[in-house]
């Protein structure tokens, strides 16, 4: 047994191929579809398909957890005294948090529910790079 038997034969053929420059088929680089469709069929069936319910178990789960941490750490409390102290740091994060809040909410509920747009960052690419770097400032 060389190599290890027949197992073994497939890969040095592939590395042949590699070395000489030709490029393998194709059906070895998809990936395995049910019912032997393309990967086209593939995807549009995935985008037919239904879309999870909005609020879950685990979404529920998530709220509830953030309620209770604002109930622990006193979080209006603690707001009230930072603004009492006429923070620069914490006016700032406030301004950067709202611009982010404010092309979400834009992104969400302008371009996706009253204009119909889905797919808003193939039509609007910068808008998510623009959210999340404003994001990342307010949260430093």
Same mark, same amino acid.
Request: glycine share 6%.
């Given at each position: 047994m060389e190599g290890g038997g027949l197992r073994a034969e497939p890969l040095p053929r592939h590395r042949r191929r590699l070395r000489q420059g030709t490029e393998p088929p194709n059906s070895l680089l998809q990936p395995l579809l049910q019912g032997g469709g393309t990967t086209e069929e593939s995807t549009a069936a995935e985008k037919k398909k239904k879309p999870s319910p909005?609020?879950?178990v685990h979404s529920a789960f998530w709220i509830l957890a953030s309620i209770a941490v604002t109930y622990y750490f #006193?979080?209006?409390?603690?707001?009230?005294?930072?603004?009492?102290? #006429?923070?620069w740091w914490f006016a700032s994060g406030s301004c950067l948090l709202a611009a982010c809040l404010s092309v979400a909410f834009y992104c969400i509920i302008y371009l996706e529910w009253y204009r119909g747009i889905e797919d808003y960052d193939v039509q609007y690419p910068v808008l998510i790079p623009i959210t999340t770097v404003t994001f990342i400032a307010a949260a430093v």
């Amino acid at each position: 047994m060389e190599g290890g038997g027949l197992r073994a034969e497939p890969l040095p053929r592939h590395r042949r191929r590699l070395r000489q420059g030709t490029e393998p088929p194709n059906s070895l680089l998809q990936p395995l579809l049910q019912g032997g469709g393309t990967t086209e069929e593939s995807t549009a069936a995935e985008k037919k398909k239904k879309p999870s319910p909005r609020l879950n178990v685990h979404s529920a789960f998530w709220i509830l957890a953030s309620i209770a941490v604002t109930y622990y750490f #006193d979080f209006f409390k603690s707001i009230k005294e930072t603004i009492q102290a #006429d923070s620069w740091w914490f006016a700032s994060g406030s301004c950067l948090l709202a611009a982010c809040l404010s092309v979400a909410f834009y992104c969400i509920i302008y371009l996706e529910w009253y204009r119909g747009i889905e797919d808003y960052d193939v039509q609007y690419p910068v808008l998510i790079p623009i959210t999340t770097v404003t994001f990342i400032a307010a949260a430093v």
